[in-house]
């Protein structure tokens, strides 16, 4: 799995798409955001945030273009069946949050869970400045009956003060599985 940090000024799509370019030779543009692992106590006692994105070929590629691994960062590449990437020993050594991503990884190529979107923006009208916006998708089934069960109201609209009447408030949302975000 092509990894690397993102440059400073980069956002997280422009660094996706550098890494696996300059470490397999794949021209390949960003999908999605699969997951997000947060480390505490990483190298030096700092946090660390890796992000697993789903990238797709440019358009143009194909999936028998000459494949060319960074000797300096990695020592082969080559394409595989995601079950038998995700199999590999190494992957079965790692802690219980890596195996839980490369679940979504393998249901991602698969069809079968779509992660995140993602775009950067203009951020300021007032001054230069880039924003990358990532977001999931509304989701009008079930998840809606859920919410508006959890609401209490038969309609899944929240109350004045949960959706954060005046400039200022904070907005807080119960989802769908009982978790709180704010």
């Not at 069946?81 to 990884?105: G, I, N, S, W």
């Not at 990532?134 to 009008?140: F, N």
């Amino acid at each position: 799995m092509p990894t690397g940090l993102v440059h400073e000024g980069e956002d997280l799509i422009e660094a996706v798409e550098r890494e696996v370019l300059e470490e397999t030779g794949v021209r390949a543009k960003f999908s999605s955001l699969i997951a997000v692992r947060q480390a505490h106590g990483f190298l030096f006692g700092k946090s660390d945030m890796f992000f697993c994105c789903g990238l797709t070929l440019e358009e143009g590629s194909d999936i028998s273009q000459q494949l060319k691994a960074c000797e300096r960062e990695i020592a082969a590449v080559q394409w595989m069946p995601v079950d038998q990437y995700t199999q590999q020993p190494y992957f079965q050594k790692l802690p219980a949050a890596y195996h839980t991503m490369m679940e979504r990884c393998a249901a991602w190529a698969q069809g079968r869970y779509k992660g995140m979107a993602g775009r950067v923006f203009d951020g300021s009208a007032s001054r230069p400045r880039k924003d990358l916006l990532l977001w999931g998708e509304v989701d009008d089934g079930p998840a809606a009956a859920a919410a508006a069960s959890l609401n209490g109201d038969g309609n899944g609209a929240a109350s004045s003060a949960a959706a954060g009447a005046g400039s200022g408030d904070a907005a807080a949302v119960v989802s769908a599985n009982g978790a709180l975000t704010a």
